[in-house]
């Protein structure tokens, strides 16, 4: 899945900022930028609830990571610092190595 061709990639299952692309490809790996407890349109899931924010969060990740991984399995992990509103309790940024075919 490795090469040259920079791709940007916005899931249809999550929602599309004007500001950020989602995952952008590009020499053997995938940039994920921080996914939040967002729905498809935008909306903020579980204001007040760490737990469903969490859950929506990766969610999100995993709609990314499907898009880009398929079947593979990658390792995870998250840190959680300054967030872009103030309803979100959790975001998680990932850096995926693509395997070589």
Same mark, same amino acid.
């Given at each position: 899945? %490795? $090469?040259?061709?920079? &791709?940007?990639? @916005?899931?249809? *299952?999550?929602? &599309?900022?004007? &500001?950020?692309? /989602?995952?952008?490809?590009? /020499?053997? +790996?995938?940039?994920?930028?921080?996914?939040? %407890?967002? $729905?498809? *349109? !935008?909306?903020?899931?579980?204001? !007040? $609830? +760490?737990?469903?924010?969490? #859950?929506?969060?990766? &969610?999100?990740?995993?709609? =990314?990571? @499907?898009?880009?991984? !398929? @079947?593979?399995?990658?390792a995870s992990t998250a840190v959680v610092a300054g967030l872009a509103r103030a309803e979100?309790?959790? #975001?998680? $940024?990932?850096?995926?190595?693509?395997?070589? =075919?």
């Amino acid at each position: 899945m %490795a $090469d040259s061709v920079t &791709r940007f990639i @916005d899931p249809p *299952q999550l929602f &599309r900022s004007p &500001r950020y692309t /989602n995952v952008v490809v590009a /020499n053997g +790996f995938a940039f994920i930028a921080g996914q939040t %407890a967002f $729905d498809a *349109q !935008g909306n903020v899931v579980g204001i !007040g $609830d +760490f737990r469903a924010q969490a #859950e929506q969060t990766y &969610r999100n990740l995993k709609v =990314v990571l @499907d898009t880009i991984l !398929g @079947d593979l399995r990658p390792a995870s992990t998250a840190v959680v610092a300054g967030l872009a509103r103030a309803e979100l309790l959790v #975001e998680v $940024d990932a850096i995926v190595a693509l395997p070589k =075919v």
